[in-house]
């Protein structure tokens, strides 16, 4: 990693977009209903959306537009439509990315928590540091109780986030809490930053009553509308394609709204490995060509379960993807959550400059931890290497040198912290423990508003066999029991 390097975007282009364009919303309705509307018309009939078509065509930058020049004899640049500014040359020159220097990784502290440009400093409040503080190690505490409550077989499924505290911590802290959200599966910290509590938390992971989800999710599978996050998907990288979609309606409504209305980006979070999936290329390249308000946070651990990132690619991580889709990028330090912070802050404003474009920010940050708790990580890498990396560099020590620098850390605080969270994170885990199980209905309930007859057939088909073998299939810690099913059938359609 490149120390003290100042925090400069790669930028493939400058887009010449005009500024603010005002049209009044076509729709009222909720946030909901606009979104998949104004997304689903946009792409299919952009004739509805006269004005924001409109706007669309005005906007249209140069590079965009011009799909019909041609060279002319003594250009000295080629005019192909496809490559724009690229000069002729008789030199035949193989392009070798690996001559090229490696993307810069940017960071605001040292691994002894030292401020390297003392001048610019953390940009960070002492209060706001400590709340950082004490949320990466409630994290931390909460990720250790659960992985041992799997173990003990108390819960079915769990996933860590250690050595990553600081990339979700740190980029939550960064937005705005309207922002919409898309996670992959260990940016617990996300949701904690934006204050999903521990009985949610705990509620979701016990699959109980509470549960926003009611139960229909694995584990660790979070969402929550109220503080903007949607619902995590087991099936990897198809949160990218959304997140765009997202992105294209929100800058409709942002385009569409006051100057003085609050703009809103998409944020979506994905491991590297995530980055090998198709998903993830198609993503990129439409919120490159649609110019949407996104950024993209790739979460490089260095591992996709077993595979690690040497069987992955050979280019230069996943920030040098970003220049190939014309998408300003950046490359942070992830153990540093100061750097996380100010890469973030500045993705999110760029992102909504020229009416909307996509940033990629890839974050770098070992995974201390096994992949899920239905892995072992020392069946394919060295006990030494995850020692290694734990002593040398971490989100929370680093940050936690940088308190004790500050005199506004020690010992007794963290023993105090320590014992304050665990307490809170057993109890909320002994309310949620013991709950009931949400209704057996649930598994058919809102799919569709009625029943439909092979829905009812499915049904009454487990309902009998549930009847037929209450030994085998004991329903009595889900509310409602079997006669949850009756209750459904009794809906008339
Ligand atoms: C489409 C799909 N293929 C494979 C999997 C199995 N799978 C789950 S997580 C994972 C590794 C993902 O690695 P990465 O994106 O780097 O995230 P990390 O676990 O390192 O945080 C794989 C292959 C899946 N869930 N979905
Ligand atoms: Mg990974």
Known sequence: MTPDVPLVCITPHISPWPAVFHVKPPFKMSLRSRYSRICHDAFRRPSIYANVSQITRKATPAWQTCRSVASTPNAQKVLFPGALNSEFTDTLEVLRPSNNKAIPTYRVLDQYGEVINKEIGVETEDGEALELYKNMVCLSIMDLIMFEAQRQGRLSFYMVSAGEEGIAIGSASALNPTDVIFCQYRETGVYMQRGFTLD??????????????????????????????????????????????????????????????????????????????????????????????????????????????????????????????????????????????????????????????????????????????????????????????????????????????????????????????????????????KLKKPAIKNAFADVWEDLTEEQRSHVEEMRDILKRYPKEYDVDHHEGGVESLDELLAKKS
């Open 200 to 433: 949610q938390f705990m509620n979701q992971l016990f699959a109980n009553t509470k549960d926003i989800g009611l139960g229909r999710n694995m584990p660790v599978h979070y969402g929550t509308e109220k503080l903007h996050i949607h619902t995590i998907s087991s099936t990897l990288a198809t949160q990218i394609p959304h997140a765009a979609g997202a992105a294209y309606a929100l800058k409709m409504q942002n385009m569409t709204q006051s100057p003085d209305a609050e703009k809103r980006i998409v944020v979506c979070y994905f491991g590297e490995g995530a980055a090998s999936e198709g998903d993830f290329h198609a993503a990129l390249n439409i919120a490159a060509t649609r110019q949407v308000p996104a950024v993209f946070v790739c979460r490089n651990n260095g591992y996709a379960i077993s595979t690690p990132t040497s069987d992955q690619y050979r280019g230069d991580g996943i920030a040098s993807r970003g220049a190939g889709y014309g998408i300003p990028t950046l490359r942070v330090d992830g153990n540093d959550i100061f750097a996380v912070r100010r890469a973030t802050k500045q993705a999110r404003k760029l992102a909504l400059e020229n009416d909307g474009q996509p940033v990629l920010i890839e974050m770098m940050a070992y995974r201390v931890g096994h992949h899920s708790t239905s892995d072992d990580s020392f069946a394919y890498r060295q006990k030494i290497e995850v020692e290694d990396w734990k002593r040398r560099d971490n989100p929370i020590t680093r940050l936690r040198k940088w308190l004790e620098g500050r005199n506004l850390w020690d010992e007794d605080k963290e023993r105090e912290l320590r014992s304050r969270k665990r307490k809170e994170v057993l109890s909320a885990f002994d309310r949620a423990e």
